[in-house]
């Protein structure tokens, strides 16, 4: 079993929709929720982070995450075309003061096509 | 933020050479990272090198496969060594920057196309 399961779709929808995307994972010593995008060619970049549980929320973006479930989301409000891209969740652990750290463990990644 | 560049961006090679990736950062970093991304694959992270110690590897990557040099606080080289098809991948390079808090936030290069024919 992945430590993080993460459904790679692809996911496709009109614009305007709402989108979930969503892993799981099971590493109980992950503190820190990560949600990368990654467009064609390009390298991962961060849209958001989570320590342990709770939502953040961020323009059209709100992530959430539940570790008694082990399970984390992200969800995209009035999806435009240029949300269209890969988007991998990341997860890592925290020292006892909460500093972030280890390495990064990576889902899969889900393909995101927003259409006009 | 860090702004990360990699040489070459894309390279198709033959079966049995090597082929050395380099990468660039615009600020010191003590830690930079080497991930693969195979095709529908998730990032894999092949090893962490730290400026001045042997670079680190994970489960299932060998230094005399991939072979990473670290000679300052803003290069790293990974080289991929006796190719074969299995090795064509994209290969990312990464470092970690200290922001302000407790969340050191991972920043990643365009990445490297290999394909091996």
Known sequence: ?116 | SAVISQKPSRDICQRGTSLTIQCQVDSQVTMMFWYRQQPGQSLTLIATANQGSEATYESGFVIDKFPISRPNLTFSTLTVSNMSPEDSSIYLCSVEDFLAGDYNEQFFGPGTRLTVL
């Not at chain 1, 979930?20 to 991962?44: D, H, V």
């Not at chain 1, 539940?66 to 240029?82: E, G, V």
Request: net charge positive; with cysteine.
């Open chain 1, 1 to 116: 079993q992945k430590e993080v399961e993460q459904d790679p779709g692809p996911l496709s929808v009109p614009e305007g929709a709402i989108v979930s995307l969503n892993c799981t994972y099971s590493n109980s010593a992950f503190q820190y929720f990560m949600w990368y995008r990654q467009y064609s060619r390009k390298g991962p970049e961060l849209l958001m982070y989570t320590y342990s549980s709770g939502n953040k929320e961020d323009g059209r973006f709100t992530a959430q995450v539940d570790k008694s479930s082990k399970y984390i989301s992200l969800f995209i409000r009035d999806s435009q075309p240029s949300d269209s891209a890969t988007y991998l969740c990341a997860m890592k652990g925290a020292r006892a003061g909460g500093t972030s750290y280890g390495k990064l463990t990576f889902g899969q990644g889900t393909i995101l096509t927003v259409h006009p």
